[in-house]
């Protein structure tokens, strides 16, 4: 335990009583904040003290450490107090004591003792805790956030046998650590070298000492880190050498050969520029809007400006549907009879032109029964819309408020909360990248004719590959209250983010209110009246809907919640996959006799490699109700309900009697 309150503007006082009551307390930390009196000798002989550090105060009276100083403590700064005597003992290291600046230092015996003479002035050097040796070693350094360590050297066995189970695939036996302390932060350097070979290899140092997503945890004590890696030769000089005259042979034969073909590319130029003709992206790039290459797509038909706007007799306004950050959405009706519905970006909007280009190339790669599918889009005279097929059930956030007239029964949301599920496991673990969607919320849920629910809104998706998860972020993006506050705060992009947001919309099934209504926060409210030993309505009975206790019929209710709460775990790595939330919900359903419907995710799904022959059916991507996308430097990011870590479950003393395997937490 630690305690730093310095430099606070407190009330000046005594010696607070809480001194010898903390039996934990490893550092002391009050600096120039007032208190006066005599220390009681009980504080210095604490089981587990290592550091005092109360100078700059107005102590007074006679210092009496006692004679029953702990073994532990090796720092007692007492400089610039009021001090006038101090009872000496033979336990009494002097080399621990600083006393500088006290009357009793002036014109004394002890005046040029190390007591007053402040020669102590930095912690000593720390050796190294083990070190390895070897030609090529890999060398990264975690720092480490928590308060300062009285003496690390007592904590790092431990967490060398943690960093050791954590890399034992590919150096076994053969890792140091090095720490030191910069500043007020434990930093220690991890050494390893590799076995049975010169260097390590890519793969290895990626599935070994890739430490930046957080997925690794140190033991308690050391609290919050950051990882640095330190440059690594995986090539040595000859390598190189012959690397780079490789490289340069070939560019200069690509030159030559590209000087060759100048005369065959100038005749071909016209021919070029008919076909760019019938490309409709011949003209991406012409603005500031088109950011990056062209859309690359897979299918998908190409509307004319002429028809969109036949469909939607000119885009009047009594056919506008929906209206959100890229745009207005309008409802259509093609010749064929065909309704369809628009999402039509704002004219000379950045953001839209990024968002055009993401959600057109994911649309048109990937196909579920629980995501939006792409009907066509247009690409003519500066406008950019995406076609979907009309959706007459409009949002789930419509449904669950009350503004579309219906009521959801229990056996409904758990059927929703499915297919979303389904359709958000199969971006993650089946989309090839994998996909992350950083924007799900019940807004982004459509519900069609036969409400069943399917994931919307790629504007804001990133394809990912695995080496890419967890890598540093310059713009966070999402909505308010469904965003992951670790990703908003580390900068770090994973799957587990889109499972943070995905267990809010479980919680707004059950409350049927927005993330954050009336300055409350759903996730905290929901943990603050969190009681399990209720079998019924889990203590929730105040906050949820009350069409919920009304209809009746909470099957598998308590399993429900936990689930959810599982998927608002403030760290990602507590968090289960998306997968699993699916075959939980599916086991929820199966156990209380009611039926999932198709099956899982990984087996209701399809990728088209080729041109379809039938007409697709999809979905159009656009919210009903207006929401807010926040970057990073955005000043009006700020959650008003807070993430209150000792609102977890895991912390409350309303946890559940001992369940069957099948209600255990869902794995990770």
């Known amino acids: 335990m630690h305690r ?57 009276d006679t210092l009496d450490m006692g004679n029953t100083i702990n073994d532990g403590l090796d720092l007692v700064d007492l400089r610039n107090n009021k001090i006038t005597s101090v009872t000496v003992y033979s336990s009494l290291d002097s080399k621990l004591l600083k006393l500088e600046g006290n009357p009793l230092c002036t014109d004394s015996l002890l005046s040029n003792t190390l007591l007053c003479t402040d020669q102590l002035t930095e912690f000593p050097t720390m050796l190294p805790f083990s070190d390895v040796q070897c030609p090529h070693p890999f060398v990264e350094t975690i720092f480490f956030r928590s308060p300062s360590f009285g003496d690390v050297r007592k904590f790092l066995p431990e967490l060398h046998d943690n960093l050791s189970r954590t890399v034992s695939s590919c150096t076994p036996n053969k890792l140091g650590l090095v720490p030191y302390v910069d ?28 430490l ?19 440059p690594y030769p995986f090539h040595d000089k000859a390598s190189r050498a012959i690397l780079i005259g490789v490289v340069t042979g070939s560019v200069l034969l690509v030159v030559g050969l590209a000087l060759i073909g100048v005369y065959a590319m100038r005749q071909k130029k016209r021919a070029k520029k008919l076909v760019s003709q019938n490309n409709p992206f011949a003209s991406w790039g012409s603005t500031p809007e088109d950011i990056g290459e062209a859309p690359k797509l897979k299918s998908a038909r190409a509307f004319t400006l002429e028809e969109l706007k036949l469909s939607t007799n000119d885009f009047k306004q009594i056919n506008a549907i929906g209206e959100g950050g890229y745009g207005t959405v309008y409802r259509g009706k093609l010749l064929d009879g065909q309704l369809i519905a628009i999402k039509r970006s704002k004219q000379g909007s950045m953001q839209g032109g990024l968002e055009f280009k993401t959600e057109i190339e994911l649309l048109s790669r990937v196909h579920h029964n629980n995501l939006v599918g ?25 449904a669950l408020y009350g503004m579309k007239g219906v009521q959801l029964d229990w056996s409904m949301r758990l059927k929703i909360a499915l297919d979303s599920a389904r359709g958000l ?12 969607h950083r924007d799900i919320k019940s807004t982004n849920i459509l519900l069609d004719s036969k409400m069943t629910a399917k994931v919307a809104d790629f504007g804001l998706s990133l394809l990912v590959s695995d080496s890419e998860e967890g890598e540093l972020c310059t713009n966070v993006k999402g909505t308010l209250g469904y965003l992951d506050p670790e990703y908003y705060m580390t900068q770090q992009l994973t799957a587990k983010s889109d499972v943070y947001s995905f267990g809010v919309v479980l919680l707004e099934l059950i409350v049927a209110k ?21 079998t019924m309505y889990c203590g929730l009975k105040d906050v949820m809907d009350p069409v919920l206790y009304k209809m009746g019929g909470l099957l598998g209710f308590p399993r429900f919640v936990r689930m959810a709460l599982q ?11 998306m997968n699993n939330v699916v075959r939980e919900i599916e086991m929820i359903m199966q156990d209380n006799g009611l039926t999932p419907g198709s099956m899982s995710a990984s087996s209701s799904f399809s990728v088209d490699s080729t041109t379809r022959t039938f007409a697709p059916r999809y979905p159009y991507s656009s ?42 937490g869902l794995p990770g």
């Not at 434990?186 to 390893?192: E, F, G, M, P």
């Not at 957080?214 to 890696?229: A, I, L």
């Open 212 to 230: 930046t997503l957080q997925t690794y945890k140190p033991p308690e004590n050391f609290g919050p880190y950051y990882v640095k890696s330190h």
């Open 514 to 534: 927005p993330p954050i209504y009336e300055k409350k926060y759903i996730v905290r409210e929901v943990k603050t009246a969190l009681d399990m030993e209720d």
């Open 183 to 210: 500043d007020v932060y434990l930093k220690v350097d991890i050494k390893a070298c590799p076995v049975n070979q010169k260097r390590f290899n890519y793969s290895q140092v990626l599935n070994c000492f890739n």
């Open 425 to 436: 496991a199969y971006l993650h673990d089946h989309a090839n990248p994998p996909i992350i």
């Open 623 to 664: 919210t009903s109700t207006p929401s807010t996308t926040y970057e990073m430097d955005s000043r009006a990011f700020e959650y008003s309900g807070g993430f209150p870590s000792q609102g977890s479950l895991k912390n409350r003393n309303t946890s559940p009697k001992p369940r069957s395997s099948r209600e255990r």
């Open 374 to 398: 792409l009907v066509g889009f247009c690409f003519e005279k500066g406008e950019k819309m995406l076609v979907y097929e009309f959706i007459s059930n409009g949002t789930l956030s419509e």
């Open 4 to 60: 730093d309150l310095s430099n606070n503007s407190f009330m000046p006082s005594g010696v607070p009583s809480w001194f010898t009551e903390l039996p934990g307390l490893m550092t002391l930390t009050m600096q120039s904040v007032g208190i006066s009196g005599k220390l009681p000798q009980k504080l210095f002989s604490l089981r587990d003290l290592q550091h005092v550090i109360l100078n700059d105060n107005e102590l007074n």
């Open 567 to 577: 998927c608002v775990e403030e760290v990602g790595p507590d968090r289960p996959k």
